[in-house]
């Protein structure tokens, strides 16, 4: 799969509220750091994660399910195993009639999932990542080529 760079950066501008679907609350996974810089960078994240509903992440609650968000998602980003794609697509699809966007993180895809959602005018991302891809196209990569925004004090 193969995407324009001017498509991933409409897709990144244009989203304002995005659901993060397999949020961790450990600091040291790729979904809570994904989800953290795209807070920082004026994304309204909505974290769900089923295991953690109730508990609270980057001050507001972690939601069990895609279907208990209030409002609009312009954009869901699923950090689950590619298996679980089609679930979450549908819930998406049925709870988001203007969704925009499903993006597959890195080692997600779902060819099934994905064409179901571009067959209803949703742009899919498969196998990238937001933040990389942010980093990328809006000049933040740094040395190595990952800002995670860890600051580690062991150099």
Known sequence: MTYTDQLLRDVLNRAKR???VGVSMNPVRASYFVARYLGLRGYDVVPVNPRHAGEVLFG???LGALSEIEGGIDMVD???RSEAVPEIVDEALEA???LQTVWMQIGVEHPGAAEKAEARGVTVIQ????KIEYQRLFGELRMG???TG?????L
């Open 127 to 130: 196998n990238r990542c937001p």
């Open 145 to 147: 080529g990952f800002a």
């Open 96 to 98: 988001f009639p203007d």
């Open 150 to 154: 860890v600051i580690s004090s062991k």
């Open 18 to 20: 995005v659901a993060v």
């Open 78 to 80: 699923i950090f689950r």
């Open 60 to 62: 507001k609650p972690v």
